[in-house]
């Protein structure tokens, strides 16, 4: 294929003259090369997955601290909710008895009976 020509074509000058095809070729190659070379990067399948454990390592670290610190402040507003019931129950207990404090009351002597009435009581054991 050596002493390939083109001739002028519509007024034009020829792209080559006496190109050989070994040269055709890696010209070729070169302008392939270029065009695939300027695709958009990307991560490879190993980069990802190395990523996901990464982020799967951080969060088996963290998510037991943060659930555990969940479940403190679950138990700690429950505890509260109860504290305050038995704060009215026994400002109830007092206004009930027109007495000052609740130590003035008769709950000194029958607990049980009195703190039944001002509470919710499911179950009664005594």
């Not at 997955?49 to 969060?59: E, N, Y």
């Not at 504290?83 to 000194?108: C, G, K, M, P, R």
């Amino acid at each position: 294929m050596k002493g390939l020509k083109m001739s002028k074509c519509n007024n034009r000058v020829a792209f080559w003259e006496n190109i050989s095809y070994n040269s055709f070729i890696s010209k070729a190659l070169d302008n392939l090369n270029k065009i695939r070379g300027s695709k958009t990067p990307a991560f490879t399948l190993t980069e990802v997955l190395l990523a996901v454990l990464i982020v799967g390592i951080i969060a088996a670290l963290v998510l037991p601290a943060v659930v555990t610190k969940y479940q403190d402040k679950t138990f700690e507003s429950a505890f509260n909710r109860e504290v305050h019931s038995l704060q009215d129950s026994i400002d109830s207990l007092a206004a009930v008895e027109n007495q000052q404090s609740f130590y003035e009351t008769t709950l000194a002597k029958t607990p049980e009976t009195y703190m039944k009435k001002y509470l919710r009581v499911s179950k009664y054991c005594g």
